[in-house]
């Protein structure tokens, strides 16, 4: 890259209610992308989301323009929320999702799970079901997947009942465990975060004595 503009903040502005279909990227950065333009980027969350939008010119603007309606929705970004991007090249782009007091997005709920030998042996995982109701029940149109986002890596699971319980299991279930290193004794927290789809982060606890 040609300029030293390696990050940028967006705010969505209410006054701007075009920015939920195309947003305008810093002028600064304009002579890089001289006759390179239109293009698709890749748009990457914090979480390991990952969105593909064009990026071409409106109004004599670089801008993000197809794709990002979809990364508004999906993300459910809302007026007043600050986005920072982290250039790793021209057509990459991590995005730091925070709310309108520039702080990082709370999830919505979360719960702990201390991992027992069957939840490693058969790749099962499960989510309390008072979570559930509280959280999940009628919030979500999809309910028989979810996503696992741990660092940068993301898991598809399979949601099913059984038990009375809601079970994690098959799709990349055995992955999550196998790549995470997930062993019997050892205690996860998973964070529900905002969106259309049932996401979690999980976070590895460590406990100082």
Avoid at 78 to 86: I, P, W
Wanted: overall charge negative; proline content about 3%.
């Amino acid at each position: 890259m040609d300029t030293d503009v390696s990050s940028f903040l967006a705010i969505i502005s209410s006054s701007e209610d075009d920015w939920r279909e195309w947003l305008p990227l810093p002028a600064e950065i304009y002579k890089e992308y001289d006759g390179l333009l239109p293009r698709a980027c890749r748009l990457t969350t914090i979480d390991g989301e990952e969105y593909e939008a064009t990026m071409g010119l409106k109004n004599g603007q670089v801008s993000l323009l197809e794709g990002w309606e979809n990364f508004m929705d999906l993300e459910s970004i809302e007026y007043g929320f600050h986005l920072e991007f982290y250039r790793h090249s021209l057509f990459d782009f991590e995005i730091e999702i925070m709310d309108e007091n520039g702080c990082e997005r709370e999830p919505i709920g979360s719960f702990t799970l201390d991992m027992k030998r069957t939840h490693v042996e058969r790749a099962r995982l499960f989510i309390p079901m008072q979570f559930w109701r509280d959280h999940i029940e009628g919030d979500y149109a999809d309910t028989s997947v979810a996503y696992l986002f741990i660092g940068k890596r993301k898991y598809e699971l399979e949601v099913v009942e059984g038990h009375g319980k809601k079970l994690l299991q098959r799709g990349e279930a055995r992955s999550f465990m196998d790549d995470n290193e997930i062993v019997e004794n050892c205690s996860y927290k998973f964070c529900l975060v905002p969106g259309e789809l049932i996401r979690f982060k999980v976070y590895a606890l460590v406990l100082v004595d």
